[in-house]
Structures are given as C-alpha cells and as structure tokens.
C-alpha cells in the first residue's frame, strides 16, 4: 500500500505555469503512476500516466502542455503544466496502481489515490 500527498497547486493566470508534485510513503518503482482531474460539475478526467519504464500516455488536450514524470529514488512524480487555460482548472490528484508494464493507461482502475490540490486558471 502506498499513500499519496499532491502539492504545487495554486492560482494563475491564463498562458502560465504549474508544477505539482506527488509525494509517496514508499518505493514506487512498481508502481504506474497517473495524475487526474476533476473540475465543478464534471466526471473525473485522467491527464498524464507513466509506466515503470518511464514510457507516458496523455489525454489529447494536454499534449504538449504537460509532462508528467517520476523519480523512484525520492518517491516523487511531477506534473509540469504550461500555457494553462481557464478550462484547466480543477483538483488535481495523483494516483498509484500495481499495473503489468504496458498497461498503464490514463483511464481507472488506479487503487491508491491522493487528497487533491486546486488548481485555478484565470483568463
């Protein structure tokens, strides 16, 4: 089991940038790691997943914008976020789940989860 703590979240104006950092109890080199998102009155969005390889998957609107990426030796994973938008704006949880390689996709099936950070875009 692993717990989960998202930071980095905050205010910022349209065309900005964001760096949110997911921080781990334990070893997540077996991990696939993911980063999601909710807005007010929407369902739950997957962003960004990376695999134990490194290997990444984005959701269409966040290509190019994003990255996600991890380091298993200080348990973290990242989330750099550049020319936000308004529509970005939401919580953003980080997510852990034991996948075989290869199968870490932006989609559900994650089992551990953290609290969320805001993330607010003004135009």
């Known amino acids: 089991q692993v717990q989960l703590v998202e930071s980095g979240g905050g205010s910022v104006q349209g065309g900005g940038s964001l760096r949110l950092s997911c921080a781990a109890s334990g070893y997540i080199g077996y991990y696939c790691m993911g980063w999601f998102r909710q807005a007010p009155g929407k369902e739950r969005e997957g962003v960004a997943a990376?695999?134990?390889?490194?290997?990444?998957r984005y959701a269409d609107s966040m290509k190019g914008r994003f990255t996600i990426s991890r380091d298993n030796a200080k348990k973290t994973v990242t989330l750099q976020m550049t020319n936000l938008k308004p529509e970005d704006t939401a919580i953003y949880y980080c997510?852990?789940?034991?996948?075989?390689?290869?199968?870490?996709?932006?989609?559900?099936?994650?089992?551990?989860w953290g609290h969320g950070t805001q993330v607010t875009v003004s135009s």
């Open positions: 990376i695999d134990l390889d490194g290997s990444t």
């Open positions: 997510a852990a789940d034991r996948k075989p390689p290869g199968y870490c996709y932006i989609s559900s099936g994650y089992n551990y």
